[in-house]
């Protein structure tokens, strides 16, 4: 089981960070920093695999930003290399070469992509083609609720 996703800039900012662990605000940011500091300062040719405390964490850098995993000791470090590339995969085909300010900017679409992708930390939607048309939806009610309706048009008379 996942117990957190992290992504961050090279330069240590945080771009998104999602808990599936009950942990204190304190702590979350004591283990970001560790772990922020630890994997910036690893040379590129070094194991995408470390161990912080009781927690293995995978971490794989995508143009300039780093996506972050910690998980159980005991779970497959594959398997988080796997989820993070299809993370990966969904942000570029849904904002075409996904950037560092797509997520910036759109961080709502990119939480709700990994919300349909991971559920308390484990994998909910494997379908990538499932996870596109989940979001498409989500876009349809959001246009809907962003165009001005009249008084007439609420009661059904237009």
Same mark, same amino acid.
């Given at each position: 089981?996942? !117990?957190? &996703?992290?992504?961050?800039?090279?330069?240590?900012?945080?771009?998104?960070?999602?808990?599936?662990?009950?942990?204190? !605000?304190?702590?979350?940011?004591?283990?970001?920093? %560790?772990?922020?500091?630890? @994997?910036?300062?690893?040379?590129?040719? &070094?194991?995408?695999?470390?161990? $912080?405390?009781?927690?293995? @964490?995978?971490?794989?850098?995508?143009?300039?930003?780093y996506f972050c995993v910690g998980m159980d000791n005991d779970d497959n470090e594959l398997?988080?290399?796997?989820?993070? =590339?299809?993370?990966?995969?969904?942000?570029?085909? $849904?904002?075409?070469?996904?950037?560092?300010? %797509?997520?910036?900017?759109?961080?709502?679409?990119? $939480?709700?992509? #990994? %919300?349909?992708? #991971?559920?308390?930390?484990?994998?909910?939607?494997?379908?990538?083609?499932?996870?596109?048309?989940?979001?498409?939806?989500?876009?349809?009610? !959001?246009?809907?609720?962003?165009?001005? =309706?009249?008084? #007439?048009? %609420?009661?059904?008379?237009?």
């Amino acid at each position: 089981m996942f !117990q957190f &996703m992290l992504l961050f800039s090279r330069q240590g900012k945080i771009r998104l960070q999602k808990w599936y662990t009950a942990t204190s !605000q304190k702590e979350k940011r004591k283990i970001t920093r %560790d772990l922020v500091t630890m @994997v910036l300062s690893r040379k590129p040719k &070094m194991c995408s695999f470390l161990e $912080y405390r009781d927690i293995k @964490v995978v971490y794989k850098r995508y143009a300039s930003l780093y996506f972050c995993v910690g998980m159980d000791n005991d779970d497959n470090e594959l398997v988080a290399l796997e989820v993070i =590339h299809r993370y990966v995969e969904l942000l570029d085909k $849904y904002f075409g070469s996904v950037c560092e300010l %797509d997520i910036i900017f759109n961080f709502e679409k990119a $939480y709700f992509m #990994l %919300d349909e992708l #991971l559920i308390g930390g484990e994998v909910q939607e494997t379908s990538k083609k499932n996870v596109l048309k989940a979001i498409s939806a989500q876009d349809l009610l !959001q246009e809907e609720g962003e165009k001005p =309706h009249t008084t #007439l048009e %609420d009661i059904g008379l237009s």
